[in-house]
């Protein structure tokens, strides 16, 4: 038995008996469809993970007392400000715990869609083809470097143009946070403008606005890319980026920002940054104790560099 996108309608009139006389496959299939149905979406990887770990232990029972085949047990409830409140950690005890999924979810929740992310470890400054170009991407590197392993800085800006290694960096650094066990969102542009659009005709009171803004505030780690191209005319993409970053500086929560801003005649990087989102993203970026900001502009487009290699 196979469902397909025009079966959809029919899914509700399935009976108990056609469920029951279905393979472990087909039943998990089924519920994935008769879910994404009932919720007007696409289930996630984790989401879809959950239904099929619920329908095996429905059919073939528990494996594993522990965690009852969820493969994630959660802290317990405690004190919402202690930086574990509501996380997942793989069920120590569970011998099916197969590592490859644990990494594939993890990246699900950090919002990394690529299953090889680039690495940190791979990163070469040293393709730059000028002595300044190597200094500034390698200057790039540091920043971030320190950053994923533990320097205090609650805002770090990186500008330049397309093809110098911002989201290189960008997800080696999500990718970093993901094996240190960090809480970490990773969000590029194009998906953070997505995201803030009603998700269903549904939705008209913002609800799932006001739920996407909350999980990035609330980020142990955020990492929001190419900033640059999420920009619109009236201004309002700009102040949902300020607001965001805003309040996580102030409360003293880790974010890295790239952004693809071509410089303008003299624009200085401060002047780059403000006119895509605004003066309270560039009065944090002054606060030189808690924040750092590298230019990219020195540097070549790496691409047709890496075509040559």
């Not at 079966?7 to 279905?22: A, F, L």
Request: aromatic share 8%; net charge negative; with cysteine.
């Amino acid at each position: 038995m196979s469902f397909n996108k025009e079966d959809k309608p029919k899914i509700h009139s399935q009976s108990s008996e056609d469920v029951t006389k279905m393979t472990t496959e087909e039943r998990i299939e089924y519920e994935i469809m008769q879910n994404e149905v009932r919720w007007g979406r696409e289930l996630s990887v984790a989401d879809k993970g959950v239904l099929e770990m619920a329908v095996r232990k429905e059919i073939d029972g528990i494996q594993c007392a522990t965690c009852d085949d969820m493969k994630w047990l959660r802290y317990g409830i405690g004190n919402i400000h202690d930086m574990n409140f509501g996380k997942c950690y793989p069920c120590p005890d569970c011998t099916n715990n197969d590592t490859s999924a644990i990494k594939e979810i993890k990246y699900e929740q950090a919002n990394i869609k690529v299953s090889s992310p680039p690495s940190l470890d791979n990163f070469d400054p040293g393709i730059q083809d000028t002595a300044r170009g190597r200094k500034v991407v390698k200057a790039a590197y540091d920043y971030v470097n320190n950053w994923v392993n533990g320097e205090v800085v609650m805002l770090l800006a990186i500008v330049g143009g397309t093809g110098v290694g911002k989201t290189h960096l960008a997800l080696g650094s999500a990718a970093r946070l993901v094996e240190k066990g960090k809480g970490i969102k990773y969000m590029n542009g194009e998906q953070f403008a997505n995201e803030l659009r009603p998700r269903s005709f549904k939705d008209d009171e913002g609800q799932s606005q006001r739920q996407f803004r909350q999980e990035l505030v609330n980020a142990e780690y955020l990492i929001l890319d190419e900033v640059g191209i999420a920009t619109d005319s009236t201004g309002w993409m700009a102040s949902q980026y300020q607001e965001i970053i805003a309040h996580r500086f102030d409360v003293e929560k880790p974010t890295l920002i790239t952004g693809n801003l071509e410089k303008y005649q003299d624009e200085t990087p401060e002047q780059a940054i403000e006119r895509v989102l605004g003066t309270r993203v560039v009065s944090r970026l002054k606060d030189q104790t808690k924040s750092r900001l590298c230019s990219l502009w020195e540097a070549k487009d790496l691409r047709p560099l890496l075509k040559t290699k």
